[in-house]
T-cell receptor, first 115, second 111 residues
Framework: GAVVSQHPSWVICKSGTSVKIECRSL??????MFWYRQFPKQSLMLMAT?????????EQGVEKDKFLINHASLTLSTLTVTSAHPEDSSFYIC???????????FGPGTRLLVL | QKEVEQNSGPLSVPEGAIASLNCTYS??????FFWYRQYSGKSPELIMF????GDKEDGRFTAQLNKASQYVSLLIRDSQPSDSATYLC???????????FGQGTTLQVKP
Protein backbone atom coordinates (compact mmCIF):
# COMPACT_ATOMS: atom_id res chain seq x y z
CA GLY A 1 0.00 0.00 0.00
CA ALA A 2 0.82 3.72 -0.06
CA VAL A 3 2.04 3.86 -3.65
CA VAL A 4 2.72 7.22 -5.24
CA SER A 5 3.40 7.63 -8.93
CA GLN A 6 4.80 10.52 -10.94
CA HIS A 7 4.62 11.28 -14.60
CA PRO A 8 6.71 11.84 -16.58
CA SER A 9 9.84 10.31 -15.12
CA TRP A 10 12.06 12.27 -17.50
CA VAL A 11 11.47 15.46 -19.43
CA ILE A 12 13.74 17.50 -21.64
CA CYS A 13 12.47 20.83 -22.84
CA LYS A 14 13.63 24.04 -24.40
CA SER A 15 14.15 27.17 -22.37
CA GLY A 16 10.98 29.21 -22.11
CA THR A 17 8.53 26.34 -22.31
CA SER A 18 6.26 25.10 -19.54
CA VAL A 19 6.35 21.61 -18.10
CA LYS A 20 3.64 19.85 -16.13
CA ILE A 21 4.44 17.06 -13.69
CA GLU A 22 1.72 14.84 -12.24
CA CYS A 23 1.76 13.18 -8.85
CA ARG A 24 -0.81 10.50 -8.06
CA SER A 25 -1.56 8.47 -4.95
CA LEU A 26 -2.58 5.12 -6.40
CA UNK A 27 -4.06 3.24 -3.48
CA UNK A 28 -4.97 5.88 -0.91
CA UNK A 29 -6.49 9.30 -0.65
CA UNK A 30 -3.93 11.96 0.01
CA UNK A 31 -5.28 15.10 1.60
CA UNK A 32 -1.82 16.61 1.54
CA MET A 33 0.92 16.33 -1.04
CA PHE A 34 4.35 17.88 -0.98
CA TRP A 35 6.67 18.95 -3.75
CA TYR A 36 10.42 18.78 -3.29
CA ARG A 37 13.38 19.61 -5.44
CA GLN A 38 16.77 18.00 -5.17
CA PHE A 39 19.97 19.13 -6.82
CA PRO A 40 22.88 16.70 -7.25
CA LYS A 41 24.62 15.76 -4.01
CA GLN A 42 22.19 17.87 -1.98
CA SER A 43 19.32 17.03 0.30
CA LEU A 44 15.65 17.47 -0.36
CA MET A 45 14.34 21.00 -0.49
CA LEU A 46 10.65 21.45 0.20
CA MET A 47 9.06 23.72 -2.36
CA ALA A 48 5.41 23.71 -1.40
CA THR A 49 2.64 21.96 0.48
CA UNK A 50 -0.48 21.15 -1.46
CA UNK A 51 -3.83 20.52 0.19
CA UNK A 52 -6.76 19.16 -1.76
CA UNK A 53 -9.17 21.88 -2.76
CA UNK A 54 -7.12 24.81 -1.50
CA UNK A 55 -4.21 26.92 -2.59
CA UNK A 56 -0.72 25.57 -2.14
CA UNK A 57 1.55 26.96 0.54
CA UNK A 58 4.98 27.83 -0.81
CA GLU A 59 8.24 27.82 1.09
CA GLN A 60 10.17 31.02 1.40
CA GLY A 61 12.10 31.82 -1.74
CA VAL A 62 9.96 29.66 -4.04
CA GLU A 63 8.20 31.67 -6.73
CA LYS A 64 4.55 30.69 -6.74
CA ASP A 65 3.99 32.21 -10.17
CA LYS A 66 6.76 30.10 -11.61
CA PHE A 67 5.88 26.84 -9.91
CA LEU A 68 2.13 26.43 -10.22
CA ILE A 69 0.60 23.74 -8.06
CA ASN A 70 -2.89 22.34 -8.38
CA HIS A 71 -4.40 19.71 -6.09
CA ALA A 72 -7.79 19.18 -7.63
CA SER A 73 -8.57 15.77 -6.18
CA LEU A 74 -7.57 13.52 -3.32
CA THR A 75 -5.35 11.48 -5.62
CA LEU A 76 -3.77 14.01 -7.97
CA SER A 77 -1.53 17.02 -7.61
CA THR A 78 0.26 18.74 -10.47
CA LEU A 79 3.31 20.97 -10.58
CA THR A 80 3.77 23.20 -13.60
CA VAL A 81 7.13 24.81 -14.12
CA THR A 82 6.34 27.87 -16.21
CA SER A 83 8.84 29.43 -18.59
CA ALA A 84 11.48 26.95 -17.57
CA HIS A 85 15.13 27.96 -17.66
CA PRO A 86 18.31 25.87 -17.39
CA GLU A 87 18.63 26.69 -13.69
CA ASP A 88 15.30 24.92 -13.14
CA SER A 89 16.89 21.65 -14.20
CA SER A 90 16.61 19.39 -11.20
CA PHE A 91 15.04 16.27 -9.72
CA TYR A 92 11.45 17.01 -8.68
CA ILE A 93 9.90 14.63 -6.20
CA CYS A 94 6.40 14.60 -4.77
CA UNK A 95 5.19 12.92 -1.63
CA UNK A 96 1.78 12.22 -0.19
CA UNK A 97 0.38 11.43 3.20
CA UNK A 98 -2.82 10.13 4.70
CA UNK A 99 -5.10 12.51 6.53
CA UNK A 100 -4.02 12.87 10.13
CA UNK A 101 -0.74 11.05 9.62
CA UNK A 102 2.74 12.50 9.24
CA UNK A 103 4.39 9.71 7.28
CA UNK A 104 5.16 10.82 3.75
CA UNK A 105 5.36 8.40 0.86
CA PHE A 106 7.44 9.52 -2.05
CA GLY A 107 6.89 9.21 -5.75
CA PRO A 108 9.73 8.05 -8.00
CA GLY A 109 10.61 11.58 -9.04
CA THR A 110 10.82 13.49 -12.31
CA ARG A 111 14.10 14.59 -13.82
CA LEU A 112 13.80 17.88 -15.66
CA LEU A 113 16.46 19.07 -18.05
CA VAL A 114 15.99 22.48 -19.59
CA LEU A 115 18.17 23.20 -22.59
CA GLN B 1 22.32 25.21 14.29
CA LYS B 2 20.57 23.10 11.70
CA GLU B 3 17.17 21.74 12.68
CA VAL B 4 18.14 18.17 11.84
CA GLU B 5 21.79 17.21 11.73
CA GLN B 6 23.46 14.16 10.32
CA ASN B 7 27.06 13.34 9.60
CA SER B 8 27.32 13.34 5.82
CA GLY B 9 29.87 10.52 5.84
CA PRO B 10 30.66 8.47 3.97
CA LEU B 11 30.33 5.80 6.61
CA SER B 12 32.12 2.71 5.43
CA VAL B 13 31.48 -0.70 6.99
CA PRO B 14 32.41 -4.20 5.91
CA GLU B 15 29.75 -6.60 4.78
CA GLY B 16 28.11 -8.33 7.73
CA ALA B 17 28.93 -5.58 10.21
CA ILE B 18 26.54 -3.31 12.07
CA ALA B 19 26.11 0.15 10.60
CA SER B 20 25.13 2.89 13.03
CA LEU B 21 23.61 6.08 11.68
CA ASN B 22 22.91 9.02 13.94
CA CYS B 23 20.74 12.11 13.82
CA THR B 24 20.16 14.99 16.22
CA TYR B 25 17.32 17.49 16.11
CA SER B 26 16.58 20.83 17.67
CA UNK B 27 12.76 20.91 18.01
CA UNK B 28 11.99 19.58 21.49
CA UNK B 29 8.32 19.38 20.63
CA UNK B 30 8.81 16.90 17.77
CA UNK B 31 6.89 13.68 18.22
CA UNK B 32 7.55 11.73 15.03
CA PHE B 33 10.78 10.54 13.53
CA PHE B 34 11.50 8.81 10.26
CA TRP B 35 14.32 7.13 8.41
CA TYR B 36 14.33 7.10 4.64
CA ARG B 37 16.78 5.39 2.31
CA GLN B 38 17.72 6.99 -0.97
CA TYR B 39 19.68 5.15 -3.60
CA SER B 40 21.68 7.24 -6.03
CA GLY B 41 19.41 8.71 -8.67
CA LYS B 42 16.24 7.49 -6.96
CA SER B 43 13.66 9.02 -4.67
CA PRO B 44 13.55 8.35 -0.91
CA GLU B 45 11.81 5.27 0.41
CA LEU B 46 10.53 4.87 3.94
CA ILE B 47 12.42 2.42 6.12
CA MET B 48 11.02 3.05 9.55
CA PHE B 49 9.23 5.53 11.76
CA UNK B 50 9.35 5.82 15.52
CA UNK B 51 7.29 7.86 17.93
CA UNK B 52 8.22 6.60 21.39
CA UNK B 53 11.47 6.58 23.33
CA GLY B 54 13.39 3.35 23.08
CA ASP B 55 14.02 0.87 20.33
CA LYS B 56 11.89 -0.29 17.45
CA GLU B 57 13.00 -3.26 15.40
CA ASP B 58 12.01 -4.28 11.90
CA GLY B 59 14.06 -7.08 10.41
CA ARG B 60 17.69 -6.01 10.21
CA PHE B 61 16.80 -2.42 11.08
CA THR B 62 16.48 -0.93 14.56
CA ALA B 63 15.50 2.65 15.19
CA GLN B 64 16.40 4.18 18.52
CA LEU B 65 14.89 7.34 19.95
CA ASN B 66 15.97 9.42 22.93
CA LYS B 67 13.81 12.52 23.19
CA ALA B 68 15.61 13.85 26.26
CA SER B 69 18.88 13.91 24.34
CA GLN B 70 17.15 14.80 21.09
CA TYR B 71 18.71 12.11 19.01
CA VAL B 72 17.49 9.29 16.87
CA SER B 73 19.61 6.55 15.37
CA LEU B 74 19.30 3.72 12.90
CA LEU B 75 21.17 0.46 13.27
CA ILE B 76 21.53 -1.89 10.35
CA ARG B 77 22.59 -5.39 11.32
CA ASP B 78 24.35 -7.78 8.95
CA SER B 79 24.99 -4.95 6.51
CA GLN B 80 24.85 -5.89 2.84
CA PRO B 81 26.33 -4.13 -0.20
CA SER B 82 22.73 -3.48 -1.26
CA ASP B 83 22.36 -1.29 1.84
CA SER B 84 24.82 1.18 0.31
CA ALA B 85 22.77 4.36 -0.04
CA THR B 86 22.13 7.72 1.56
CA TYR B 87 20.02 7.55 4.70
CA LEU B 88 17.85 10.54 5.46
CA CYS B 89 16.63 11.32 8.94
CA UNK B 90 13.35 13.24 9.05
CA UNK B 91 11.68 14.84 12.03
CA UNK B 92 8.08 15.96 12.24
CA UNK B 93 7.86 19.65 13.04
CA UNK B 94 5.75 20.41 16.09
CA UNK B 95 4.68 23.73 14.54
CA UNK B 96 4.02 23.06 10.88
CA UNK B 97 3.32 19.36 10.53
CA UNK B 98 5.97 19.14 7.85
CA UNK B 99 8.94 16.83 7.88
CA UNK B 100 12.33 18.41 8.37
CA PHE B 101 15.04 16.42 6.62
CA GLY B 102 18.68 16.11 7.50
CA GLN B 103 21.36 16.27 4.85
CA GLY B 104 21.69 12.50 4.86
CA THR B 105 24.48 10.07 5.68
CA THR B 106 26.06 8.10 2.87
CA LEU B 107 26.65 4.48 3.81
CA GLN B 108 29.07 2.29 1.92
CA VAL B 109 29.03 -1.44 2.65
CA LYS B 110 32.12 -3.07 1.25
CA PRO B 111 32.08 -6.76 0.23
Amino acid sequence: GAVVSQHPSWVICKSGTSVKIECRSLDFQATTMFWYRQFPKQSLMLMATSNEGSKATYEQGVEKDKFLINHASLTLSTLTVTSAHPEDSSFYICSARFQGRETQYFGPGTRLLVL
Amino acid sequence: QKEVEQNSGPLSVPEGAIASLNCTYSDRGSQSFFWYRQYSGKSPELIMFIYSNGDKEDGRFTAQLNKASQYVSLLIRDSQPSDSATYLCAVGSSNTGKLIFGQGTTLQVKP
